[in-house]
């Protein structure tokens, strides 16, 4: 009998190891065939630039011409889309969401989706509190990260109006300049690490970028580096599942020496004179298949319905 519950035991175990070695190799495939939707940067820094929706340069011509120039030059430097929007009175109202959702919306209507690049939302529109916004698209979301986007609005704060505050036209031109080196300031720290990732769970959920081998990859499938956490996850499982089965195992098949059944019954007095086996009743079960099945819960664009890869750092003053 302990042969018996030897065998079953390893049976067992081993098509535990099968289930446990093929849910990996399932992972491991899938984290590296995932369709790379970046579209990167074109090098055209044409449509970089700023739209001054308040009207702060509108007496300055020579002024915004200049900056429009600083900001391409920034573009050029890190190889990124770059727009600025300063925000006047038609956006007075709008909502944080309402902010991020524009900003999405009209970085990817001027550059594209999965593009590289970024927006920033300077928000003059008069309402209190002021929301500024940096909507990051593509390899942007690696380079700029929340406490680099969180710096530049502390910086920035020295030039930019609180809420209900006048300002002169110089504080603006100066908040552009120096958003524009610490832009630059950054990108040239940034070190790329592989399978370091970024996801929007929020308004992005099935969307990740990341970096592998040194190219920046949007996919609308998990990331190596989240795909890796699940298998370790899998890995932890199988496991401790394997350990739970073989002692569940262990001691339903722990096996004691039985007592002779001889001393319960007089060989005298029995004897079996026919062997056979009998059929007394039969029963089958039928169970319809729906061919109407539920699928899963999908997963939708954030932002109202648009596309691409964006994420947000925001700022109230």
């Known amino acids: 009998m302990k042969k018996s519950g030897n065998a079953l035991l390893t049976i067992v175990l081993f098509l535990v190891g099968i289930i446990a070695v093929f849910a990996a190799d399932i992972l491991i495939v899938n ?12 090098g055209d820094t044409s449509d970089s630039g700023i739209i001054d929706e308040r ?29 600025i929007y300063i925000a006047g009175d038609p956006h007075y109202g709008y909502s944080d969401g309402e902010i991020e959702d524009f900003d999405d919306r009209l970085y990817d209507q001027t550059f594209g989706e999965y593009t590289d690049g970024l927006i920033y939302y300077i928000d003059l529109s008069g309402q209190s509190p002021a929301h500024d916004d940096i909507s990051r698209s593509g390899r942007a979301a690696m380079v700029y990260s929340e406490d680099d986007c969180q710096s530049i609005f502390t910086a920035l704060d020295n030039y930019l109006p609180k809420s209900g505050m006048s300002y002169g036209s110089e504080d603006i031109r100066d908040a552009i300049e120096v958003f524009c080196e610490k832009l630059e300031r950054f990108h040239d720290e940034y070190k790329p690490s592989n399978y370091k ?9 099935s969307v990740y970028v990341f970096v592998k081998d040194g190219e920046t990859y949007v996919t609308k499938g998990r990331a190596p580096g989240a795909k890796l956490i699940r298998l370790l996850i899998a890995e932890l499982i199988g496991f401790v599942t394997g350990l739970v089965t073989y002692l569940i195992v ?8 039985t007592t002779n059944p001889s001393v319960y019954v007089s060989r005298e007095r029995s004897a079996l004179t026919e062997r056979s086996d009998t059929l007394i009743r039969s029963y089958v079960t039928k169970h319809r298949i729906s061919s109407n099945s539920g699928g899963g819960r999908g997963f939708g664009g954030g932002g109202g319905g648009h596309g691409g890869s964006h994420s947000h750092s925001g700022h109230s003053r």
């Open 31 to 42: 984290s590296f065939t995932t369709k790379n939707l970046a579209a990167g940067f074109s």
């Open 55 to 83: 009207g702060v340069f509108d007496e300055e011509p020579s002024t915004i011409n200049g900056l429009q120039k600083r900001v391409r030059q920034c573009a050029e430097k890190t190889e990124m889309n770059i727009l």
């Open 197 to 205: 990732f970024f996801h929007d769970k929020v308004s992005n959920p």
């Open 250 to 257: 262990k001691i339903r098949y722990k096996f004691k020496n």
